[in-house]
């Protein structure tokens, strides 16, 4: 299993800048991807940035450019670098961890940290 704690979330003004942390129970080596999700109200819930396969990385073309994905190994934490947010980006962002197992996959998710930027 993996605990997934999250930290970071916040108000600010659009065009303003967090940094979300998302520190997991256990070395990412043995975590198949690791990133970032968020859901905003009334939509589904979507990707942000992830690793994948140790070092690769996915980000969303809604945040490229403004957002970068990044972790400490020795921390087994991966932070969230967001700059020049928008008021669309407010939501809900949610850490996510898959673990592969010998029937296929785990995954889990954190508790959520809420980001609210305004106009």
């Known amino acids: 299993q993996v605990q997934l704690v999250e930290s970071g979330g916040g108000s600010v003004q659009a065009g303003g800048s967090l940094r979300l942390s998302c520190t997991a129970s256990r070395s990412i080596f043995t975590i198949n991807a690791m990133g970032w999700y968020r859901q905003a109200p009334g939509k589904q819930r979507e990707l942000v940035a992830t690793?994948?396969?140790?070092?690769?990385?996915t980000i969303a073309d809604s945040v490229k450019g403004r957002f970068t994905i990044s972790r400490d190994n020795a921390k087994n934490t991966v932070y969230l670098q967001m700059n020049s947010l928008k008021p669309e980006d407010t939501a809900v962002y949610y850490c996510n961890a898959v673990v592969l197992v010998t029937l296929g996959s785990e995954t889990y998710w954190g508790q959520g940290t809420q980001v609210t930027v305004s106009s």
């Open positions: 690793f994948t396969s140790g070092s690769r990385t």
